[in-house]
Nanobody, 115 residues
């Protein structure tokens, strides 16, 4: 079992930045892939970015120029740096961990970008 706890969401003006954090309850070395997904009202959940235990990254094509995923293994934490935020980035952002023993989700953190 893994518990994932997100933090860092909030309200920001368009053009601003936020950094989301996701801390796992066990070593993220044991989690094959950590990722961030988001879900806007009335839309399906979509992949934002993912990072493997070896540090390989994958991004949604439309976001790779503004968002950066990273990890701090010593803190068992994965980050999502979001720059040049737009109102269409408004969504609940979820942390995800895919491991040998399951697929885990955090509770989500709300990001709201105002004009």
């Amino acid at each position: 079992q893994v518990q994932l706890v997100e933090s860092g969401g909030g309200l920001v003006q368009a053009g601003g930045s936020l950094r989301l954090s996701c801390t796992a309850s066990r070593s993220i070395f044991s989690i094959n892939t950590m990722g961030w997904y988001r879900q806007a009202p009335g839309k399906q959940r979509e992949l934002v970015a993912a990072i493997t235990s070896r540090g390989s990254t994958n991004y949604a094509d439309s976001l790779k120029s503004r968002f950066t995923i990273s990890r701090d293994n010593a803190k068992d934490t994965v980050y999502l740096q979001m720059n040049s935020l737009k109102p269409e980035d408004t969504a609940v952002y979820y942390c995800n961990g895919k491991s040998f023993d399951g697929n885990y989700w955090g509770q989500g953190t709300q990001v709201t970008v105002s004009l």
